[in-house]
């Protein structure tokens, strides 16, 4: 099927003549005359049906509609440029894999073995974009994200990476020796992390204690703040081991009491499912599975299938 869509030559002069709001200086960035321009942006207005500019006077005026116009085709633009430029510079070869990724993991898990990645595939660029909550799929460049979950989200693959495997921390300072039992814990603040809420209580429930306390303390939104309070002395935090394992070798955290408890909640890799065939995405995945259970050894029912 045809796309309904102006000519590429129409929209530039469109768009370098809003940004000078003149014909003769986009003429002049364009290479091309004054009424070259001028042509093509009242070529575009008829395909339209819409007037785009007000001619006056003192140059050009952007109508209502333009500035909307205007607006929703730059990042159209700006997206064939960037994969233009990318396609020369590769030549068809690796590429760029846009990622987002949770602050505290990436900082503590994964940029610390991302070298590694780095000299398998030096044909990848890794680029990391804003982290946002939700992770919008529907914005073309995210390839994919990780993220902190059960491993469900609609429309989205996920892989588990770490963070099952979770320990009890505080400062060595304030269990010495760490607890007998469970239950001792309670005597202590509990510490929570926004997102797993729920931590507690299920830590409780597994290993056969009652529950009725496991909401109370202070939370935090990162486990980056999480684990400094642990080791300030604050109170007892349920960590995912993965990102505490310099704080447990250096004897700032503690492990309060050796109870072995597999969490619910995880890293998992993330990708739209539209996605799942891209090579960059394909190779940084076989990549981080295979360190994913280097780290962590995973049961059986926990492995992913692969990408198709």
């Not at 002049?28 to 942006?41: D, P, R």
């Not at 000299?119 to 993220?147: C, K, M, N, W």
């Not at 989205?156 to 814990?185: K, Q």
Request: net charge negative; aromatic share 8%; with cysteine.
């Amino acid at each position: 099927m045809r796309r309904f869509c102006p000519s590429l030559t129409d929209l530039q002069a469109f768009e370098v003549a809003a940004r000078h709001s003149s014909f003769t200086r986009a003429a002049q960035e364009l290479c091309v005359t004054q009424g070259a321009v001028s042509k093509q942006v009242k070529h575009l207005e008829e395909f339209v049906g819409v007037e785009l500019f007000l001619r006056i006077r003192q140059g050009l005026v952007l109508t209502e509609a333009g500035r909307s116009y205007l607006t929703k085709i730059q990042a159209g633009l700006g997206q064939i440029e960037a994969a233009t430029v990318e396609l020369i510079a590769h030549q068809g070869q690796g590429g760029t894999l846009n990622l987002t990724c949770m602050p505290t993991f990436g900082a503590r898990w994964l940029i610390p073995r991302l070298t590694a990645f780095m000299r398998l595939r030096p044909d990848i660029h890794v680029e990391f974009l804003p982290h946002r909550q939700g992770y919008d799929f529907s914005t073309p460049e995210l390839d994919a994200a990780v993220r902190f979950g059960e491993g469900l989200w609609p429309g989205s693959g996920a892989d588990y990476i770490v963070g099952r495997e979770i320990l009890p921390v505080c400062s060595p300072r304030l269990i010495p020796g760490g607890c007998a039992s469970p239950e001792d814990l309670l005597a202590y603040p509990l510490l929570h992390h926004t997102s797993a809420l729920d931590g507690w209580r299920d830590w409780f429930e597994q290993a056969g204690c009652d529950t009725r306390r496991s909401l109370e303390g202070a939370r935090f939104d990162q486990y980056a703040l999480l684990s400094q309070a642990a080791a300030a002395g604050f109170g007892v935090a349920l960590i995912p081991r993965c990102l505490i394992e310099d704080e447990l070798r250096d004897g700032k955290l503690a492990i309060a009491i050796q109870l072995p408890i597999r969490a619910r909640m995880g890293y998992y890799l993330c990708y739209p499912e539209q996605k799942a065939n891209l090579p960059t995405l394909q190779a940084f995945r076989a990549w981080l599975m295979e360190v994913s259970r280097a780290a962590e050894p995973q049961p059986l029912e926990d492995a992913s299938s692969d990408l198709k």
